[in-house]
């Protein structure tokens, strides 16, 4: 497609392909119909020409009409709008949210991504679903390794270090991570601070503890499995970006609570939406009719993946880890995050239902979901915060937030 002189450009076209900006924090995707808020930040970016086609009735046809046009803060009340607006957290949380409005607002998809567009029909079972994909039953070695080393109970730090240490990749991963501003964080609040740098696995071990180390190894390998999604469904890099941003929150949370293994909520909040990742790559066709639905009705993806499927992604991601045999309360908080009062233990799902909530709120990123995640005023109860404590949590989670995503592009 021809290129287009920003000088001609106007508000109504529609990109024919992505825009990012020059340090790579910000993108517009392919689909987006641009308005002048959107000219704003091109102009900002000092974009000199894009590939867009001259109005959106001759973009690429979607089921959903495209998101309304207008300021970014009229974009954050809108993704506010089914929350309860007289509730003191949600109103809270909705100033916070306006304060980085403009920020927001340039990451937010615009249109539901196109991953299928033929006609709805059954949908098999999940455990249909999980099953037909070889890839999903074929587990990293390392993995598998990693699982039995955490089953084990004699188990040793020499012998977790040596089985994680077979994936470089993921050793560098884990190494940087310890060795983050967050991290540091977090262990001075447990005592457990550190002298100097943590060069080896084996004090990765020895500072984190054997199954914390281990359940977040175990986290971070399964994330490569999805890295053939289709293009249009879905912006890997979002969704990685909000599955990251509720890991951060969701350990903050717990070692607030001074919960004695925070690590496993960094891991559920990585993986709480890794159901969604599985129909956008097993039923790419059904999950562009939720997605389009949830746009065109105003309502939660959540409530329309229920209504169309019979089950949401919660309950599928949770099905996932039951079948990797992760830990079963890694297992309640990924299933039940959308529900945490029906589990079994619902400290777990409750810390990783709040955790979407704050970073679906003020946090770049998105699994698909349009809309702040649903307010659960159990969960909220259950974790314990207040408005007043909402604005020294999320400042520390955007503090730590864009050198974390890093350590994962």
């Given at each position: ?9 106007r508000?109504?076209?529609?990109l024919?392909?992505?825009i ?18 959107h000219?704003?930040?091109?102009r ?15 973009g ?71 099953a ?42 884990l190494?940087?991570l ?9 262990l ?54 909000h ?31 890794i ?43 949770g099905?996932?880890?039951r ?37 679906g709120?003020?946090l770049?990123?998105s ?7 649903c ?11 207040t408005p ?22």
């Amino acid at each position: 497609m021809p290129t287009i002189p920003f000088s001609q450009i106007r508000a109504g076209m529609v990109l024919a392909a992505e825009i990012e900006s020059p340090d790579g924090r910000y993108r517009l995707p392919a689909g987006t119909v641009l308005a002048e808020s959107h000219l704003k930040w091109l102009r900002g970016w000092r974009i000199r020409e894009i590939e867009a086609t001259p109005d959106s009735a001759t973009g690429p046809s979607q089921a959903a009409p495209a998101e309304p046009a207008g300021t970014p803060e009229e974009a954050v009340r809108r993704r506010f709008a089914p929350l309860p607006a007289d509730e003191p957290l949600t109103m809270a949380l909705t100033e916070l949210a306006l304060a980085r409005a403009e920020a927001l607002a340039t990451v937010r998809p615009v249109r539901p991504p196109a991953c299928g567009r033929e006609s709805l029909t059954s949908l098999p079972s999940p455990e249909a679903i999980l099953a037909a994909d070889p890839v999903l039953v074929s587990l990293p070695e390392v993995f598998m390794r990693i699982r039995e080393v955490l089953s084990d109970p004699a188990s040793t730090v020499e012998e977790a270090a040596a089985v994680i240490s077979k994936d470089p990749s993921l050793t560098a991963k884990l190494l940087k991570l310890v060795n983050s501003a967050f991290y540091a964080r977090t262990l001075r609040v447990s005592g457990g601070l550190p002298p100097g740098p943590v060069d080896t696995l084996s004090r990765a071990v020895m500072l984190l503890g054997l199954n914390q180390l281990s359940t977040l190894a175990m986290g971070v390998s399964v994330m490569p499995l999805f890295k053939d999604i289709p293009a249009g469904c879905i912006d890997m890099r979002q969704f990685w970006r909000h599955s990251i941003g509720v890991g951060l929150v969701a350990k903050l949370l717990a070692v607030r609570m001074h919960d004695p293994s925070p690590e496993r909520f960094f891991v559920a909040g990585l993986l709480h939406d890794i159901g969604r990742l599985v129909l956008y790559k097993q039923v790419p066709a059904a999950a562009g009719a939720s997605l389009a639905a949830a746009a065109a009705s105003g309502r939660h993806l959540v409530a329309v993946e229920r209504e169309l499927f019979g089950f949401d992604h919660g309950e599928l991601g949770g099905m996932l880890l039951r079948k990797w045999r992760f830990p079963e309360s890694l297992e309640q908080a990924v299933w039940r995050h959308h529900a945490p009062v029906s589990g079994e233990v619902p400290q777990e799902p409750s810390i990783v239902c709040v955790a979407d909530m704050i970073a679906g709120a003020v946090l770049p990123g998105s699994s698909g979901e349009r809309l702040v995640p649903c307010f659960d005023p159990a969960a909220w109860e259950a974790v314990g915060l207040t408005p007043a404590d909402l604005p020294e949590l999320v400042e520390t989670a955007e503090a730590h937030f864009e050198v974390i995503c890093a350590m994962f592009a």
